[in-house]
């Protein structure tokens, strides 16, 4: 008999880009077919402050914890942070910088994005991740315009996910929550530069992944209504009406991984130009 499917979160925390995480993360959890991972990641962490954000998050929707943070006092409040949460925490490079200074004789200088060559390239992707960040879940400061891909959708549809994606190939990628009955905001409406796309997914996935979501740290949430499937195609029907009457191309997310959704949207980006 085939298990059903599990949804758990997995929260990667990087002092770069988050590729190296990223990698060992869906290595691992292409290991289980019936377990899917509900994907955080947070790149670009280097101060006490934008952890202490990041713990909270992980907090309020606990998982497994991957790092790859080099300055130890960071990676050490990351451990004893998850420990009083009791949600297991991992550095990713850890083992392998133990076995390197072994071996070597001396110990690693520790120093963030050091595997990465600091040309024309890599400040292009920095300056989208940092754009991206800016620009989550609706944040709209003035500059909207700048974006190379916006994304809108309903409550989990993967916008943060695969915005930090095509950031990590340097697209600024901004992403703006559609609420039912709420209409999208006018500087959206307005914007000439970017490519919009709307996601999708089909409201039993959406559904599914809602359930998996911890929501004691929203007091007063109505979380039936939030899962109710029927609902959740009342909203995906309000989401599509709104693309459609803007000719915004939509793509469905549900049987796509990260990567895909991904090269859905790059495809879609010269015809926008």
Known sequence: MTRPLSYFHLHLISDATGETLLAAGRAAAAQYANARAIEHIYPLIRTEKQLRKVLDDIDA????????IVDQKLAAIIDETCSSMGVPSVSVLEPVLTTFQSY????????????????????RRIDALNFTMEHDDGQLPPDMNE????????????KTPTSIYLANRGIKAANIPIVLGIPIPEALVAATRPLIVGLIATAERISQIRQ????????????EHYTDRANIAEELAYARSICTRHGWPIIDVTRRSIEETAAAILALRPRNR
């Open 61 to 68: 929707e606990p998982g497994i914890v991957l790092y790859t």
């Open 104 to 123: 070597l004789g001396a110990p690693a200088h520790r120093r963030a994005s050091a595997q990465h060559v600091l040309n024309a390239d890599y400040f």
């Open 147 to 158: 974006a190379d891909v916006i994304l809108i959708g309903i409550s989990r549809t993967s």
């Open 212 to 223: 998996n979501r911890i929501l004691s740290s929203a007091p007063g949430y109505d979380i």
